[in-house]
């Protein structure tokens, strides 16, 4: 009899634990489903069930913080990346995510930590190369910010993010010589980058080349119709070079896109003004310093109300 009842406890843990495994199993394919389906928060209901039954699985937590970051919890999300390292300290994407989030948090010593981390047990792991990059460059580490840029080119050479990163660096450096350079290297991996045309135009009306800055602004309207920095520069070098019916045709499309510009309606009174439209251009700056622009509405009172 003791034999017999032996067996049956052995058979019934068997069945429990197969009934467990498959609970768990079925709990986190729900979870990965609903997160699939932006279901976040049903994601991260599930994966916590999943985490109460198996309070050892690393990917539940990995998961869940994934989960918790779209649905803007850091804080939760930094919790489970923390108990990913715990079980695991080598676990380079939990350094990499963590590191991404105090990045995003602004916690910049935090995620430096953590992306040095992630480069200890990898050393050539090209992404946190990059993140590390962003993260010097807005420390102002800039010869950090190079290297750590530059060995991530040399992983990824096509990459757009790293080189655009890379001629922002540059740009903050006032080198703008290597800035028009890189931005020129992207322009070629890609013809369609409006945010490359514009940054070169930019470096271009720095350096005082006004043409080939109008000519790339023209660029970046072409691929991007809505870019309303883009009109918005192209009109301050028409309104220089006094062109300006160009100029008020530019403003005018800014005013359109972002109808609470008031350096728009500013602007474009200043270029009707030159034109020789007054009343026009008063309307314009009225307008601006109903805004709250200051300056459009001392030179109203200066100029307008007489």
Not at 83 to 101: E, M, Q
Not at 123 to 141: C, K, M, N, V
Not at 233 to 250: P, V
């Amino acid at each position: 009899m003791k034999r017999s009842h032996l067996l049956l406890v052995i058979i019934l843990f068997l069945i429990s634990s197969k009934t467990y495994s498959q609970t768990v199993d079925a709990l986190f394919v729900s979870a990965f489903t609903k997160y699939q389906s932006n279901d976040f928060a049903g994601a991260v209901s599930d994966y916590t069930q999943v985490i109460a039954l198996k309070a050892d699985y690393a990917d539940a937590y990995f998961n869940r913080a994934i989960s918790y970051e779209k649905l803007n919890q850091d804080q939760n999300a930094i919790a489970d990346y923390t108990k990913v390292l715990s079980l695991n300290p080598k676990d380079i994407n939990a350094l990499l995510n963590r590191g991404l989030v105090y990045a995003r948090m602004e916690k910049d010593k935090s995620a430096l930590l953590d992306f040095d981390a992630a480069l200890a047990v990898k050393p050539d792991f090209a992404t946190a190369f990059y993140q590390r990059g962003l993260i010097y460059q807005r420390e102002g580490l800039d010869s950090l910010a190079l290297k750590d840029f530059g060995k991530f080119i040399a992983t990824y050479p096509t990459n757009i993010a790293g080189r655009m990163a890379l001629a922002s660096l540059y740009d903050q450096m006032e080198e703008y010589d290597m800035a028009i350079k890189i931005y020129t290297a992207v322009i070629s991996l890609d013809s369609t980058q409006a945010k490359a045309y514009f940054n070169r135009a930019f470096d271009y009306d720095l350096i005082s080349q006004p043409d080939r800055a109008m000519q790339d602004y023209t660029k970046a309207i072409h691929f991007d119709a809505n870019y309303a920095d883009a009109y918005y520069n192209r009109a301050f070098i028409h309104n220089e070079m006094n062109e300006f019916d160009a100029a008020i045709a530019d403003y005018t499309v800014v005013i359109t896109l972002q109808p609470q510009s008031s350096d728009a309606y500013f602007n474009r009174g200043i270029a009707k003004l030159n034109a020789g439209r007054k009343h026009e251009s008063c309307e314009d700056i009225s307008k601006a310093a109903a805004l709250g622009d200051k300056a459009a509405k001392k030179y109203y009172q200066t100029n307008c109300e007489k």
